[in-house]
T-cell receptor, first 113, second 116 residues
Framework: TQLLEQSPQFLSIQEGENLTVYCNSS?????LQWYRQEPGEGPVLLVT?????EVKKLKRLTFQFGDARKDSSLHITAAQPGDTGLYLC?????????????FGSGTRLQVQP | SQTIHQWPATLVQPVGSPLSLECTVE??????LYWYRQAAGRGLQLLFY??????ISSEVPQNLSASRPQDRQFILSSKKLLLSDSGFYLC???????????????FGPGTRLLVL
């Protein structure tokens, strides 16, 4: 089983629509990160959320960290074709002694013009 | 500024052949280094990570191995490739490992491996 579950796995929408991607876990994370990956390239960091309940905005992207620090969401307003890609959440679970990021399974977003 | 290189970009190898993928980082010292494998359109599976020269931690049992002969060089190897080794291999580096999180990983361009 995945430590970080992302939903939906795949999303195809029309340009201008809004969408939300979820990243859930039964474990507590000291922080969570969101990456975007385009085909044939490595993931690129979008944001890091650290405080429970924190909301960060990056242009049309809004990221939220759950109050209990077990989940996070990414909301895109008025999606554009340039938003197409694989969105990955990642983090290090608290208290595990783990020293490397765990990545979610990813949400593949396709925005049709 | 820091840069990370991977080569080759694409590789087609027969089953049973050896493998060597190389990753180098420039512009930083003593980085943490990582090897991931990614199935088509899916998340990243951590294979190995290293916090220093000669220090390798393995995440999953497999027929792959990793080595770090120099501070900024990370090599992924196999003596005999399997069909299931096909995938997209990504190297990443990070600076100053924090136990409490907030660590940013910077990824290389990846190597696409096809085992036939």
């Amino acid at each position: 089983t995945q430590l970080l579950e992302q939903s939906p796995q795949f999303l195809s929408i029309q340009e201008g629509e809004n969408l939300t991607v979820y990243c859930n876990s039964s474990s507590v994370f000291s922080s969570l990160q969101w990456y975007r990956q385009e085909p044939g390239e490595g993931p690129v960091l979008l944001v890091t959320v650290v405080t429970g309940g924190e909301v960060k905005k990056l242009k049309r992207l809004t990221f939220q960290f759950g109050d209990a620090r077990k989940d996070s969401s990414l909301h895109i307003t008025a999606a554009q074709p340039g938003d197409t890609g694989l969105y990955l959440c990642a983090g290090i679970p608290s208290g595990t002694g783990r020293r490397a990021l765990t990545f979610g399974s990813g949400t593949r977003l396709q925005v049709q013009p | 500024s820091q840069t990370i290189h991977q080569w080759p970009a694409t590789l087609v190898q027969p089953v049973g052949s050896p493998l060597s993928l190389e990753c180098t980082v420039e512009g930083t010292s003593n980085p943490n280094l990582y090897w991931y494998r990614q199935a088509a359109g899916r998340g990243l599976q951590l294979l190995f990570y290293s916090v220093g020269i000669g220090q390798i931690s393995s995440e999953v049992p497999q027929n792959l191995s990793a080595s770090r002969p120099q501070d900024r060089q990370f090599i992924l190897s196999s003596k005999k490739l399997l069909l299931s080794d096909s995938g997209f291999y990504l190297c990443a580096w990070s600076f100053l490992l924090h136990q409490t999180g907030g660590e940013t990983q910077y990824f290389g361009p990846g190597t696409r491996l096809l085992v036939l």
